[in-house]
Nanobody, 118 residues
């Protein structure tokens, strides 16, 4: 399994960015895709997730109403639309995947840096 995250960059507070995660290497229909982030000096934390089939989503409280996770099954790509960005959203964002029955995410992308300036 390979995950390629992209779309990070520098944006002013209140702005928007869309991250992409292209997945390859297997059929993902029974898998869940997640976005996590790790701010400088902090642990990596959950941001959002989505099922490849059905499309059920989950969000961290800190991003609800501002971030939207979506998928394009034909492209095997998951997106994270981030609106109303805040300086505290600054982090390296990682995409990851796991089978729907698994507890832990076991495949990770390389991360993409998002910097939100005040």
């Amino acid at each position: 399994v390979q995950l390629q995250a992209s779309g990070g960059g520098l944006v002013q507070a209140g702005g928007s960015l869309r991250l992409s995660c292209a997945a390859s290497g297997r059929t993902f229909s029974s898998y869940r895709m997640g976005w996590f982030r790790q701010a400088p000096g902090k642990e990596r934390v959950f941001v959002a997730s989505i099922n490849w089939s059905g499309g059920s989503t989950s969000y961290a409280d800190s991003v609800k109403g501002r971030f939207t996770i979506s998928k394009d099954n034909a492209k095997n790509t998951v997106y994270l639309q981030m609106n109303s960005l805040k300086p505290e959203d600054t982090a390296v964002y990682y995409c990851a995947t796991k089978s729907s029955a698994a507890v832990r995410y076991d495949y990770w992308g390389q991360g993409t840096l998002v910097t939100v300036s005040s």
